[in-house]
């Protein structure tokens, strides 16, 4: 059985979202996801429009995911190993950066593959969040400014 790991915010829930744990899920057997707690998101300087307790059961009733779990870190190699995860699921922005060249070398020890799904095009949570104020001066605060 090939378990399978990735991890995100998933803020905002989108179809770019779902076309990564579509495709994740299509080339493993059991599909484990880290969701970022809400300290650790404020920790890379963002702030969750949704809370985590929200946001992991979204992700969690997705068909195409097995599992939803907390993620505390940064550190999803030691997560897959965890979770004996074989294959580690990443967007294709990091693809050929110093950092995760690295991270596959460190990787490939441990026997944990990494693949690089490219992001849907046109969409992300920030584009969503933008829109919605644009359209209805909705802010992250939660308050509507008219």
């Not at 995860?85 to 990091?94: E, K, Q, T």
């Not at 460190?106 to 920030?126: L, N, V």
Request: charged share 25%; proline share 2%.
């Amino acid at each position: 059985m090939i378990i399978g790991y990735t991890t995100g915010v998933y803020d905002l829930f989108h179809i770019g979202h779902l076309n990564l744990l579509k495709n994740a899920k299509g080339i493993c057997d059991k599909l484990i996801v880290g969701v970022t707690v809400d300290d650790l998101v404020q920790y890379k300087g963002k702030k969750a429009m949704i809370p985590f307790e929200d946001r992991i059961e979204i992700v969690r009733s997705c068909k195409y995911v097995d599992a939803a779990v907390p993620q505390y870190n940064m550190d999803k190699l030691r997560a897959c190993k965890e979770l004996g995860a074989a294959m580690l699921f990443v967007g294709d922005d990091w693809y050929g950066t110093e950092k995760w060249k690295k991270y596959e070398a460190d990787a490939m020890k441990e026997g944990i593959k990494i693949i690089y799904f490219p992001y849907t095009k046109g969409i992300s949570s920030t584009k969503i969040t933008e829109a919605l104020k644009a359209v209805r001066g909705w802010t992250a605060e939660g308050e509507i400014h008219h």
